[in-house]
Nanobody, 116 residues
Framework: EVHLEESGGGLVQAGGSLRLSCAAS????????IAWFRQAPGKAREGVSC????????DYADSVKGRFTISRGNGNNTVYLQMSSLKPEDTAVYYC?????????WGQGTQVTVSS
């Protein structure tokens, strides 16, 4: 069974950093496409970053390019989202998502709050 669990959220001041973790079970993140999404209050869920199943090619939303970095852990079946130079507009619940050929699955989310 595919399972994803996010952690690492919290309260941080603008300009600070956080590293989110997405711990996976039931599949290998090394062979999978994993994405991070976020949803701010009153707004639609939006894609933030994605790391593709073939190699380490990654994509980023324009709003986070140059500030966020997605990566796979080394042998711990975890995907990370390193967030730097955080802004109040980055405040949201962050979700990771497994994207398979015929199936996708979401984690429960972790709250990130950036104070000004």
């Amino acid at each position: 069974e595919v399972h994803l669990e996010e952690s690492g959220g919290g309260l941080v001041q603008a300009g600070g950093s956080l590293r989110l973790s997405c711990a996976a079970s039931g599949f290998s993140v090394d062979d999978s496409t994993i994405a991070w999404f976020r949803q701010a209050p009153g707004k639609a869920r939006e894609g933030v970053s994605c790391i593709r199943r073939n190699g380490d090619m990654s994509d980023y939303a324009d709003s986070v390019k140059g500030r966020f970095t997605i990566s796979r852990g080394n042998g711990n079946n975890t995907v990370y989202l390193q967030m730097s130079s955080l802004k109040p507009e980055d405040t949201a619940v962050y979700y990771c998502r497994y994207i398979g050929d015929t199936y996708s699955s979401w984690g429960q989310g972790t709250q990130v709050t950036v104070s000004s």
